[in-house]
């Protein structure tokens, strides 16, 4: 099982949709939890941390759930501009051999359509 | 402005030739990190630096050598034993293991 796992993408959605993605994680002990956010051909940037109580920024809710080992990012009123690739990043509580504490998930790319 | 340059934005090289590629910040930061993305994959980690003179390698180092001189510097050579350099390659750096900044990437094209 991969330490970090994302929703297969693509997700097609119509403008003005709900859309939630899932990211799990194999490592109970992990600390910290990030979505990112990728447009086609640029870096990675930061789109919201992910706290326990769940947090929401806008459009964006991040929920953290511990017993199940998952996060997961809601957008709703979807905009053509939300199109990109989705990153989890889960940190800690890895033991890898490398002590490399920070995984990426591969991603979850959305397409909103007009 | 504070943040992360990397260059070239764009490379070509020749198979059979070691490239560098550059890695700089101004953010204080002391761990820097080296991702290659190929395309329609996640983010795979090369090698990663927590301080000055000290880096680890990560889940795909071979081929690939860094150094750690100063702390606003962290340079990735794509060796000619990397059987398939072509790849988007990103620079990071966070403060300690938190939140990670990403350089724009430089593409390297080998062919």
């Known amino acids: 099982r991969k330490e970090v796992e994302q929703d297969p993408g693509p997700f097609n959605v119509p403008e003005g949709a709900t859309v939630a993605f899932n990211c799990t994680y194999s490592?109970?002990?992990?600390?910290?939890f990030f979505w990112y956010r990728q447009d086609c051909r640029k870096e990675p940037k930061l789109l919201m941390s992910v706290y326990s109580s769940g947090n929401e920024d806008g459009r964006f809710t991040a929920q953290l759930n511990r017993a199940s080992q998952y996060i997961s990012l809601l957008i709703r009123d979807s905009k053509l501009s939300d199109s990109a690739t989705y990153l989890c990043?889960?940190?800690?509580?890895?033991?890898?051999?490398?002590?490399?504490?920070?995984?990426f998930g591969s991603g979850t790319q959305l397409t909103v359509l007009p | 402005d504070g943040g992360i340059t990397q260059s070239p934005k764009y490379l070509f090289r020749k198979e059979g030739q070691n490239v560098t590629l550059s890695c700089e910040q101004n953010l204080n930061h002391d761990a820097m990190y080296w991702y290659r993305q190929d395309p329609g994959q996640g983010l795979r980690l090369i090698y990663y630096?927590?301080?000055?003179?000290?880096?680890q390698k990560g889940d795909i180092a071979e081929g690939y050598s860094v150094s750690r001189e100063k702390k606003e510097s962290f340079p990735l050579t794509v060796t000619s034993a990397q059987k398939n350099p072509t790849a988007f390659y990103l620079c990071?750096?966070?403060?300690?293991?938190?939140?990670?900044?990403f350089g724009p990437g430089t593409r390297l094209t080998v062919t």
């Open positions: 630096s927590q301080i000055v003179n000290d880096f």
């Open positions: 990043v889960v940190i800690g509580g890895f033991s890898s051999g490398s002590a490399r504490q920070l995984t």
């Open positions: 990071a750096s966070s403060l300690g293991t938190g939140r990670q900044y």
């Open positions: 490592n109970s002990a992990s600390q910290s």
